[in-house]
């Protein structure tokens, strides 16, 4: 059943079948190993360098096992390649029967039934707004998946999202009258009848925890879980087991409670009072916060006048309007989801304003129109031991960052994975012929005032040489900006920077262009594939620590401060390596490339925890000289 040596061998199937298909003893190998996984029902930690093809050493035995299994990634982009070309790139090369099929989250597929309350009355709608809703119901006509991905035209920050997508807040499950007709439960119907399911972490995590976004009826059913991308599953995790509540929900609650309204009852002219109370409260509250842009512990603010007074408005509002809508309980099921929603919403004012958990931090974070209230468990290992050990089957973790430099100690203590087999595989690149790993000379502390300018200065001659195709990749919004500004009167070679178009388009614009110079922060670091002569260096302006001011971090430190532990090298270290070697990972990408990766923090060399770091990277050639990189580009 797992002759994975004739699939992926030197002479297998796919080196025969496949163009461009090659031998690597590093894919075979790991392939090997996550078949064993399967058959045993083990637990595997997996790292895989860059190069390794570590999405086919899964996708191979998972085809060839008989089983069901569940793959899970870490971003939509990874789940649509998996799913339309990877996975049936392989179906086809071993003739395999295997049905397949795609899930996402529930706010990725068009809900017919908001659609329609959003299309009751477009008046109140901005001309843009009520122009893309009337693309969406061009496009709901014709959809069969209803997967939003489907609407290209639409731009990501669009307001028509949340207007036609559905939460576990709004969603009327089967009192919906659209219900039969729902893309959501079409998916996951597929889902529960197909051996290999692609989902996200999200997904993952809904559905370990039974709660009622996930499916609930598919992971129990699955003899096998691959999480790719593995890496960002702590973070997801911990975002996911925990709470949060935004005043976004409160203004969606408002809008909806005003669509059913007018559907279901029309002869309560006071509800709508109400509601336009509780807009007004929620928008208030947002304002006592301030400046956008904040984000610390409620315990920071919880005192404060303005936030007190805005609290308690809001909670009167709510309270009120939740009482209003028991009042009409049983007029129709779209008023009695409101009335729930309001009632959970004030459950949880409760527990993060007003019940203090140590195992728990509760934090706010400020947005330009919008506030958001947050309470995060400071770890997750218990809990996911837990909703694994009810889940006996076999578990694959991989990535090509999991481990600081030979340890998986760090990742296997987040997830509570201690006792789980480990195995690394290096990338079969040559990276010492490849990649010239720079570390210019003279540059100050980073917390110099003149620290970007300075970097920059230094970087101008590299930049120059290398003919732009370069990524310059910043730990800050402000640092991104000061180098955006510094480079832009002192070079002719085209500049794009994060924030001006959504991602995909700024990197189709620089493979493009042939000759830019891409400034992104850290949704740049990973995730992002450009191939060949168009990224031929990578610039990393300081070493990627967490912000210490972070909340969340704050009270993870001090809990290992409590448990006798270091929390600077057995947490902070750790994170910020995995995170410069996915920044690093940008570079080289296939065989042929050839590249400079810069780090210009002299922290690196400098302090003592360097050695980590540098031990923990992949061999690139290495140089302190100018000269050299210069040379490395001319020839």
């Not at 692609?198 to 096998?224: M, Q, R, T």
């Not at 994060?498 to 830019?516: D, I, M, T, W, Y």
């Not at 990972?585 to 990766?597: E, F, K, P, Y």
Request: net charge negative; with cysteine.
């Amino acid at each position: 059943m797992y002759d994975i040596e004739a699939v992926l061998g030197p002479q297998g199937l796919l080196s025969r079948q496949l163009p461009g298909f090659s031998w690597r003893r590093q894919q075979q190998e790991m392939a090997e190993a996550v078949a064993e996984a399967m058959e045993a029902g083990e637990r595997l930690v997996a790292e895989a360098g860059t190069g390794t093809g570590k999405t086919f050493a899964y996708l191979v035995p998972a085809l060839l096992s008989g089983r069901k299994v569940i793959v899970s990634t870490g971003t939509r982009n990874l789940q649509d390649q998996l799913f339309q070309r990877d996975l049936p790139l392989l179906k086809e090369a071993l003739a395999s029967p295997v049905k397949t099929a795609l899930l996402k989250g529930r706010a990725n597929y068009l809900c017919r039934h908001r659609l329609e309350n959003a299309l009751l009355d477009p008046r109140g709608y901005r001309p843009e707004v009520a122009r893309q809703l009337r693309q969406v119901q061009q496009w709901s006509l014709q959809t069969r998946s209803g997967d939003i991905v489907e609407l290209t035209e639409l731009p990501e920050d669009s307001p028509v999202w949340p207007l036609i997508t559905s939460s576990t807040d709004n969603c009327l499950g089967s009192d919906c009258p659209q219900f039969d007709r729902c893309h959501l439960l079409e998916a996951r119907r597929q889902a529960q009848e197909a051996e290999i399911v692609v989902i996200n972490h999200h997904l993952l995590c809904a559905d370990l925890s039974l709660k009622e976004e996930g499916f609930g009826e598919l992971l129990p059913a699955a003899d096998a879980y691959v999480i790719d991308e593995a890496h960002q599953l702590p973070e997801v995790a911990s975002n996911f087991f925990g709470f949060s509540l935004g005043t976004r929900q409160l203004l969606e609650l408002c809008h909806d409670t005003r669509a059913e309204y007018v559907r279901e009852a029309g002869d309560l002219p006071k509800l709508l009072e109400q509601v336009d109370h509780l807009e007004k409260a929620a928008r208030d509250f947002r304002l006592a916060f301030g400046e956008a842009g904040q984000r610390g512990a409620w315990e920071e603010v919880a005192g404060e006048g303005d936030v007190q007074r805005g609290l308690d408005y809001l909670r009167r509002e709510l309270e009120a309007l939740r009482g209003m809508l028991e009042a009409v309980s049983g007029r129709g099921k779209g008023l009695d989801s409101c009335r729930d929603r309001a009632a959970a919403f004030l459950d949880g004012l409760q527990r993060i304003c007003d019940q203090p958990d140590e195992a728990e931090v509760r934090w706010f974070e400020v947005h330009s129109h919008s506030l958001r209230l947050c309470s995060t468990p400071l770890e997750v290992s218990g809990l996911f031991r837990e909703q694994m050990s009810r889940h006996r089957a076999a578990w694959i973790f991989t990535s090509a960052t999991l481990a600081v430099g030979e340890s998986f100690a760090h990742f296997q203590r987040q997830l509570g994975l201690e006792e789980a087999r480990t195995a690394r595989w290096d990338s079969p690149f040559d990276y010492p012929r490849q990649a010239l790993w720079y570390v210019p000379r003279g540059l100050p502390e980073p917390s110099a005032p003149d620290y970007t300018e300075q970097a920059m200065a230094h970087l101008l001659p590299v930049i120059e040489a290398s003919r732009g195709r370069a990524f310059l990749l910043f730990t800050s919004h402000r640092a991104l900006r000061q180098a955006a500004a510094w480079l832009e009167s002192r070079t002719e070679l085209p500049l794009l920077v994060q924030g001006s178009a959504p991602k995909a388009e700024l990197v189709a614009r620089f493979v493009e262009a042939g000759n830019a110079v891409l400034l992104g922060t850290a949704s740049f670091w990973e995730g992002v594939d450009v191939r060949g002569e168009a990224l031929s260096l990578v610039v990393i302006d300081k070493l990627p620590f967490a912000s210490p001011g972070d909340p969340v971090l704050k009270a993870r430190l001090e809990a290992i401060r409590r448990q006798g532990g270091n929390p600077f090298t057995d947490y902070q270290v750790p994170q910020a390596v995995i995170a410069l070697k996915q920044g690093a990972g940008r570079l080289i990408r296939d065989v042929t490339d050839r590249g400079v990766l810069v780090v210009c923090d002299p922290r690196l060399l400098r302090n003592n925890y360097g050695h980590t770091f540098l031990d923990a990277m992949p061999d690139f050639a290495r140089t302190r000289e100018l000269e050299r990189v210069l040379e490395f580009f001319n020839s």
